[in-house]
């Protein structure tokens, strides 16, 4: 893109546009998108939603991380314009879908992704962290890989005890223990000290652009890099992306051979259970919270409880419990969800609390 584009004065249209009643928009935990074409260019508009719920251990600002990205020739959409007043971003549209929208969460993704992916994270923890440190900092304090998993660890404690106020029924009803993340921290120092690198930590389908006319893909949504163990990363990818066991495999060997440093596979592991408490813990919570927020069908609840079940199943399998199957079928656990939100006399939709 002309460089010439890239002055204040050249956006001065953005603010005008926001304010049409009919634009379209996308929404997501963090900013509102707007895909706009002016004088034959198309933009995407990020605007941040002031006082959304933070459901992630740490956030960074995205035009903050896009700049250093694009100085080290890393594939990232690029920062054409920030908004001084931090009102809104003008960020290179991507054309393409998202690999959510081709492969949704629990379809088989083709094997192309494994590989691809491996090329991605392999380039994005090999680039130089030192100009990311004033930006995004480190995930732990310590600056070693037992530091992350603990840091992570206490993130989700903290939020799973905050919902206990309202949920705290439900919880005991779907077998969660009084620690669900004692296994967790007893295996953390069985991490070996690594070098952190330049992490996403947000790397599942939705965040992916596939290119129209090619297999390639572009990470987007910057909001949670950070600097990490690479096992963390890895981890968390794996956990999210729900490749088949060959695709896995596959980008592990790629990974390993262009990074050339693989983690342990049961360092990966351990991070990775983490991972699974995590969804089951925080996914119980948002998908009540949505089905009392948002009215929704008893199709649409059932919905939810599918999304939901293979996750508590994970973690039941973490904690070693004895659950009764009963409550992981879709029906009943839809109901369990639903009376969830009815019977907490406090609830008060209308307030902030977690999507």
């Not at 990020?46 to 740490?58: E, W």
């Not at 992350?148 to 969660?176: G, K, P």
């Not at 990363?233 to 956990?239: D, N, P, R």
Request: charged content about 20%.
């Amino acid at each position: 893109m002309n460089e010439s584009i890239t002055r204040p004065a050249a956006f001065g249209w953005v603010e005008k546009r926001l304010q049409e009643a009919a634009l379209p928009t996308i929404a997501g935990n963090y900013n509102r998108n707007h895909i706009i074409s002016h004088e034959g260019r198309t933009y995407l508009v990020r605007v941040p939603i002031h006082g959304a719920p933070t459901l992630d251990i740490r956030l960074t600002p995205e035009w903050d991380v896009l700049p250093l990205l694009a100085a080290q020739g890393f594939a990232a959409p690029r920062l054409w314009y920030r908004d001084p007043q931090g009102r809104f971003a003008v960020h290179e549209f991507l054309p393409g879908q998202s690999l959510d929208q081709l492969y949704p969460v629990r379809a088989v993704l083709p094997d192309w992704v494994a590989p691809v992916m491996a090329v991605q994270l392999a380039q994005l923890h090999q680039l130089d962290s030192v100009p990311f440190v004033a930006v995004c900092g480190m995930l732990a304090a310590a600056g070693d890989s037992c530091g992350v998993l603990l840091a992570a660890a206490d993130y989700t404690e903290r939020f799973w005890r905050a919902q206990l106020v309202r949920y705290r029924q439900l919880y005991e009803s779907l077998a969660v223990p009084p620690d669900p993340l004692a296994s967790v921290r007893a295996e953390a120092a069985w991490l070996t000290p690594r070098a952190f690198v330049v992490c996403h930590c947000d790397t599942h389908r939705r965040n992916l652009i596939v290119a129209p006319d090619a297999e390639q893909l572009t990470l987007i949504d910057w909001e949670l890099t950070t600097l990490a163990d690479p096992a963390y990363e890895l981890a968390q990818h794996l956990h999210k992306i729900r490749y088949q066991p060959h695709q896995e495999a596959c980008f592990l060997a790629e990974y390993g051979k262009l990074f050339g440093n693989l983690p342990p596979a049961a360092e990966i592991a351990i991070y990775r259970g983490d991972e699974q408490i995590r969804s089951a813990l925080i996914g119980t919570a948002r998908m009540a919270d949505d089905i009392r927020r948002r009215g929704v069908t008893s199709a649409a609840q059932l919905a939810l409880a599918v999304h939901l079940a293979p996750k508590l199943a994970r973690a039941w399998e973490i904690w070693q419990v004895d659950g009764d199957p009963d409550v992981l079928e879709p029906a009943q656990l839809a109901a369990l969800l639903y009376h969830a939100t009815t019977s907490y006399e406090g609830y008060r939709p209308d307030l902030p609390g977690v999507r």
